[in-house]
T-cell receptor, first 117, second 110 residues
Framework: DSGVTQTPKHLITATGQRVTLRCSPRSGDLSVYWYQQSLDQGLQFLIQYYNGEERAKGNILERFSAQQFPDLHSELNLSSLELGDSALYFC????????????????FGEGSRLTVL | GENVEQHPSTLSVQEGDSAVIKCTYSDSASNYFPWYKQELGKRPQLIIDIRSNVGEKKDQRIAVTLNKTAKHFSLHITETQPEDSAVYFCAARGYSTLTFGKGTMLLVSP
């Protein structure tokens, strides 16, 4: 158990719908990362938050948004869903800021598997 | 941004053989290179990492080498066992964040 909790574990929805994925980081971790894992694309970085503020942004679609709350949990919102959004979405946390001089191990949650029909 | 290429995409070995997975990165400023192992249906977990001020690091049967000049790093697994079968991801910490390669599926046959 990594200490990172993601809900829901599985989610099936229809095209055009909106979903929210939730992540609780390990106790004490201030950084939260979101990654999308598709079959042939590996782990694609979406976005990172550190202590409530956006730290870095990857190839996150405009239909997707995220935030980190004062209690440090994070939510990833996916809207106007398309078939291609079906994937495993991982949240990871780290105690470090994630800057070039301050980076280290990421602890991944079990992931939220999204299926868009 | 950082771009990480990983080869091969699949690797089949016999139990007891060695396995080598290679990665290249594009951002010369990258300074942190972890390797993650993901077993089927499970989350990625860190198995070893190396920082740019070190050329090689070992931990029992696994080792990682880094060539900063050529911008490539490799994972070496010796005396492979069936439980080593998994997908392995390399990653590089560039300017903005941690970028992963597309993964190598390692199959170790008894």
């Amino acid at each position: 158990d990594s200490g990172v909790t993601q809900t829901p574990k599985h989610l099936i929805t229809a095209t055009g719908q909106r979903v929210t994925l939730r992540c609780s980081p390990r106790s004490g971790d201030l950084s939260v990362y979101w990654y999308q894992q598709s079959l042939d694309q590996g782990l694609q970085f979406l976005i990172q938050y550190y202590n409530g503020e956006e730290r870095a942004k990857g190839n996150i679609l405009e239909r997707f948004s995220a935030q980190q709350f004062p209690d440090l949990h994070s939510e990833l919102n996916l809207s106007s869903l398309e078939l291609g959004d079906s994937a495993l979405y991982f949240c990871a946390s780290s105690v470090l800021q994630g800057t070039p001089a301050n980076t280290g191990e990421l602890f991944f949650g079990e992931g939220s598997r999204l299926t868009v029909l | 941004g950082e771009n990480v290429e990983q080869h091969p995409s699949t690797l089949s070995v016999q139990e007891g053989d060695s396995a080598v997975i290679k990665c290249t990165y594009s951002d010369s400023a990258s300074n942190y290179f972890p390797w993650y192992k993901q077993e089927l249906g499970k989350r990625p977990q860190l198995i070893i990492d190396i920082r740019s001020n070190v050329g090689e690091k070992k931990d029992q049967r696994i080792a990682v080498t880094l060539n900063k000049t050529a911008k490539h790093f490799s994972l070496h697994i010796t005396e492979t066992q069936p439980e080593d079968s998994a997908v392995y991801f390399c990653a590089a910490r560039g300017y903005s964040t941690l970028t992963f390669g597309k993964g190598t599926m390692l199959l170790v046959s008894p």
